[in-house]
């Protein structure tokens, strides 16, 4: 069954630093990736989705995130964060078009001034 | 175009008891799953259901149960409440399932078993 590691369970960035959260999956094929962010008492919004194509992808709120196939990575950047950045970002896998998502622990990003 | 609609917001049971979430798909979506978000164990998958059938299911016990209606808004019962079962339970809907895109959350249901 396919996995996913978030290494890192709490960040603090300082505002306008650069950022970038760090996604591992488990699992024989490419699989689909996405990040999700949740701010305090909300549910879950997507920030961007990886499918096929183009490694490197653009979402939401300026976030990027860069498959490597040969890491099994899928990590999320940000050039600039912003203090409303601060929340909990999860990564999920999908292995098929009908299975569920599996979803890592979660990072909790903490921005300071 | 309204989202994903999760009722009630909070609530609080006592061990032994059993509670009825509902969630209110955006309209169209066919797909709705149900999550339970802990601190300890995170977001774990308990079902899936697509045009009022179960079409994926997680790995709890029976006394979790879902169904879905032909408008497609969903319940979900838990039976005999346990501490353990304290959690926020998400519901996400989408088109069709995974390959259509996203899935699009509701704000979540907050359980809490006394």
């Known amino acids: 069954a396919q996995s996913v590691t978030q ?3 709490h ?7 650069s950022l970038e959260l760090r996604c591992n999956y488990s699992y024989g094929a490419t699989p689909y990736l996405f990040w999700y962010v949740q701010s305090p008492g909300q549910g879950l919004q997507l920030l961007l989705k990886y499918f096929s194509g183009d490694t490197l992808v653009q979402g939401i709120k300026g976030f990027e995130a860069e498959f490597k196939r040969s890491q099994s990575s899928f990590n999320l950047r940000k050039p600039s964060v912003h203090w409303s950045d601060a929340a909990e970002y999860f990564c999920a896998v999908g292995i098929s078009g009908n299975t569920p998502l599996v979803f890592g622990k979660g990072t909790r990003l903490s921005v300071i001034a | 175009k309204a989202g994903v609609t999760q009722t009630p ?26 999550y339970q978000q802990t601190p300890g164990q995170g977001l774990q998958f308990l079902f899936e259901y697509f045009s009022e059938t179960q ?14 209606f032909s408008n ?24 069709s399932g995974l390959k259509a895109g996203e899935l699009f959350f509701g704000e979540g249901s907050r359980l809490t078993v006394l």
């Open chain 2, 55 to 68: 079409r994926n299911k997680g790995n709890f016990p029976g006394r979790f149960s879902g169904r879905q």
């Open chain 2, 72 to 95: 497609s808004r969903s319940e979900m019962n838990v039976s005999t409440l346990e501490l353990g079962d304290s959690a926020l339970y998400l519901c996400a809907s989408s088109l």
């Open chain 1, 11 to 17: 960040i603090t960035v300082s505002e306008g630093a």
């Open chain 1, 7 to 9: 290494p890192d369970i």
């Open chain 2, 9 to 34: 917001r909070y609530l609080i049971k006592t061990r032994g008891q059993q509670v009825t979430l509902s969630c209110s798909p955006i309209s169209g979506h066919r797909s709705v799953s149900w």
